[in-house]
């Protein structure tokens, strides 16, 4: 996440009130949580055993949620020098699998790093009673199961 122009938009959004969850594996130029300027956008960092390269855009457009998945990382080589791909997800069923993915994601309080005004990148704090998400090992065990329960109704 490190295009200029796509920076200032998202947080053009965020100072208009749109609300904006980012997973970002890599560099993030973006300052997310400063008041009236970013104040409506949270970002975390997953870096974990697998490399993963999930694109998944999920817009919330007047209430109707469209998910999007596509080729490109958010750096400027990709967007103003390369040739790449955004499509639609129109079947239901592939969009609640991605979205349970996100939300895994988002979710991991293991190798989750919280992206800050300070930039000091902490990991997200656990609660005693709370149950540890390590999200590549949550996804994981989603496809597992998922895989499982397809077989069966062969």
Same mark, same amino acid.
């Given at each position: 996440m490190v295009d200029e122009d796509f920076i200032e938009r998202l947080y053009t959004a965020s100072k208009a009130g749109v609300k904006i969850r980012l997973i970002v594996r890599g560099i993030c130029s973006l300052i997310p949580q400063q008041p009236i300027y970013s104040e409506n956008i949270e970002a975390i960092s997953i870096v974990d055993k697998f490399l993963e390269h999930t694109r998944i855009f999920v817009?919330?457009?007047?209430? &109707?949620?469209?998910?999007f998945i596509g080729s490109a990382d958010l750096m400027t080589r990709n967007l103003d020098y390369r040739i790449e791909v955004v499509v639609p997800i129109e079947t239901d069923k592939l969009k609640k699998q991605l979205l349970k993915i996100m939300e895994l994601q988002w979710s991991d309080n293991v190798k989750a790093r919280i992206y800050d005004t300070t930039q000091s990148n902490t990991f997200k704090t656990v609660m005693?009673?709370? +149950?540890?998400?390590?999200?590549?090992?949550?996804? #994981?065990?989603?496809? &597992?199961? #998922?895989?499982?329960?397809? +077989? +069966? +109704?062969?």
């Open positions: 817009f919330h457009n007047e209430g &109707k949620q469209e998910v005693p009673q709370e +149950k540890l998400i390590r999200s590549q090992n949550a996804i #994981y065990d989603f496809w &597992k199961e #998922y895989n499982v329960g397809t +077989k +069966k +109704k062969k």
